[in-house]
Structures are given as structure tokens and as C-alpha cells.
């Protein structure tokens, strides 16, 4: 996944249906001698709205917490999409405008407090670490560089087999890699984990080799190829929002023909296009261990 040199401005036609990071604060400072508690924090996506339904499907949000030995202060950190996932996946198709629009920046969020009952009802919040106020304070360093640098949502991750040992195409760019990437941090600070199984939901999309197609420019551009940008065009019109089920049903017909027995799906990543020739079992959502990282005080053998 590509870093960037800067976020850029989002355009005022990007809505979201709920407001990113509506208690947002900034990071504090914390004392050095401070000793603060770091927990993993997991529930169903859309948990606030639809309880633990997409729990059964195992589709998690991840996230993690802290608090402070010194003050007593809890607070809560996650990464997730400013726009809505669905915008971070599919693009808008908008009149006059030859290239799809896309609204698929994703951004961290700290807030104070840890919402106890959100996490613990039908998810998880449980304790994985404690760290010193110094590596809090450096860990927080970092999240500002990955937060102005690693801006773009990306929900697929691509490969070529269900195989554990398959190339992976492209990867993810969600909550979960942002949590991943954290306790990283931290281990790489000093930070020493406990021996508990953590998994984590992955959206899996199979492809055999994927194809360069272009950016933009070159395909929708005044000397781009007009064949190609009404292809993919076509293809992610029937992702739009539907007003009625019959709609959906219709659109969802298109897309199973488009996917499953033409194997063709147009993949945006990095801000540009490609051709994945798709196959079986095709998509599948998946919630697998990821063991949390070894610290360079951890054995070798958790």
C-alpha cells in the first residue's frame, strides 16, 4: 500500500451518512513514569445500528484503548473510513464526469474514554499490554506520520488461492491492518504482549494475475481509451445505492454475471486500475489469527 506525501482536501461532494470522529481530541501528552494499560477492542461493524448481526458473519471493527495509571483517563483509537464503506469501496458515477468519483479516504480517530458496553456486549476488550508514558508519547509520533501518510481506505484484499501459503495480490488498508500496525509500534518500543489468540476479519477477493490497466488520466483522459473507461464504467454501475429491492435484485443479477461467469472485476488501488480475471471460490470473508507481534523482551515460542 502506497504512502503519499499529504492528505489532500476532501471534496465537498463526499457525504457521510454519520459523522467521522464526532469526539475526536487530540493525543496527550503523557507523563514519562506514567504506566498506561493497552486493550484490544473488537465488535461487529455497525454494531451501534445493527447489533451483533454482521457478528455472525464475523465482519469486525477493531480498535484499542488505553488508560492512564496517573490520571485514571481512558481513552479509545481506531482508523476507519471518513466517508462510509461503501464509498471506500465503490465509486460514485457522476453526470458530466468521465472517470468514477471516489470518496475512500480513511483517517485515525482518538477520543477520550472507552465505551465499555460497545465493546464488551457482543465484541471484546480485553487487556494485551501495559507501556510507559514514553513509548506512549513516541507511539503517538508515529500514528501522526501513518495518519498524514497512509490515507486511502482499501476493503479487498486480493489473492491468488483460499491457500494459506497464495500469493497475495494486493493487500487491505482497513481498521484492522491500522491495529496491526500499532501494536507493532509498540513492540518495536519494547512493549511485551500477552500470550492471548487475536483474529481479525479479511474480505478476500480471488484473482488469477492481476493486469495493469492505468490511472485516471490515461484511461479517461482526453487521450485515454474510451472502450476501457466505459467498461469499467459499466462495471461498477450496478454498486450504486438502490432506492427499491427490485432494484438491487436487478443490479445484483449484473453483478454475479459480471463476477462469477464472466470472472471480471475492476480493482482501484493506489489511484489506479486494474483487471483482476477473477475465480473460484471468488470473494469470501475470513477471521483468522494474527498473533500479536513479539516485542524484543518477548520468547520466542508465543
Not at 46 to 56: A, C, N, P, S, T
Not at 105 to 119: K, L, P, R, T, V
Given at each position: 500500500h502506497r504512502r503519499f506525501d499529504y492528505r489532500p482536501k476532501t471534496d465537498p461532494y463526499c457525504q457521510a451518512r454519520y459523522t467521522f470522529c464526532p469526539t475526536g481530541s487530540a493525543i496527550p501528552h503523557m507523563k514519562e513514569e506514567d504506566v498506561i494499560e493497552v486493550y484490544r477492542l473488537q465488535a461487529p461493524v455497525?454494531?451501534?445500528?445493527?447489533?451483533?448481526?454482521?457478528?455472525?458473519l464475523k465482519i469486525m471493527h477493531d480498535a484499542v484503548g488505553f488508560k492512564s495509571s496517573l490520571t485514571g483517563k481512558n481513552y479509545t483509537m481506531e482508523w476507519y473510513e471518513l466517508f462510509q464503506l461503501g464509498n471506500c469501496t465503490f465509486p460514485h458515477l457522476r453526470p458530466g464526469?468521465?472517470?468514477?468519483?471516489?470518496?475512500?479516504?480513511?483517517?485515525?480517530?482518538?477520543?477520550?474514554?472507552?465505551?465499555?458496553?460497545?465493546?464488551?456486549?457482543?465484541?471484546?476488550?480485553?487487556l494485551v499490554t501495559t507501556i510507559s508514558g514514553t513509548m506512549f508519547n513516541e507511539m503517538a509520533k508515529w500514528v501522526k506520520y501513518d495518519n498524514e501518510t497512509g490515507i486511502y481506505y482499501e476493503t479487498w484484499t486480493v489473492q491468488a488461492s483460499p491457500d494459506k501459503q497464495a500469493v497475495v495480490w494486493f493487500d487491505s488498508y482497513e481498521c484492522s491492518k491500522f491495529i496491526l500496525r500499532t501494536y507493532q509500534k509498540l513492540a518495536d518500543l519494547g512493549a511485551v504482549f500477552n500470550k492471548i489468540q487475536t483474529n481479525y476479519t479479511s474480505i478476500i477477493l480471488f484473482s488469477g494475475e492481476p493486469i495493469y490497466l492505468g490511472n485516471e488520466t490515461s484511461i479517461f483522459g482526453p487521450l485515454g481509451n474510451k472502450t476501457l473507461a466505459a467498461a469499467i464504467r459499466d462495471f461498477y454501475y450496478p454498486f450504486k445505492p438502490h432506492r427499491t429491492v427490485g432494484e438491487f435484485f436487478v443490479d445484483l443479477l449484473k453483478i454475479i454475471n459480471r463476477v462469477v461467469l464472466n470472472h471480471q472485476f475492476y480493482l482501484f488501488y493506489n489511484l489506479e486500475y486494474w483487471f483482476l480475471p477473477m475465480k473460484s471460490p471468488y470473494l469470501k470473508i475470513i477471521y483468522e489469527e494474527v498473533p500479536l507481534p513479539n516485542g524484543s523482551k518477548t520468547s520466542s515460542g508465543l
Open positions: 455497525w454494531e451501534f445500528k445493527y447489533g451483533d448481526l454482521l457478528g455472525h464526469m468521465d472517470a468514477p468519483f471516489w470518496c475512500n479516504q480513511g483517517a485515525a480517530c482518538f477520543y477520550e474514554g472507552i465505551d465499555d458496553a460497545h465493546w464488551k456486549e457482543n465484541g471484546t476488550l480485553v
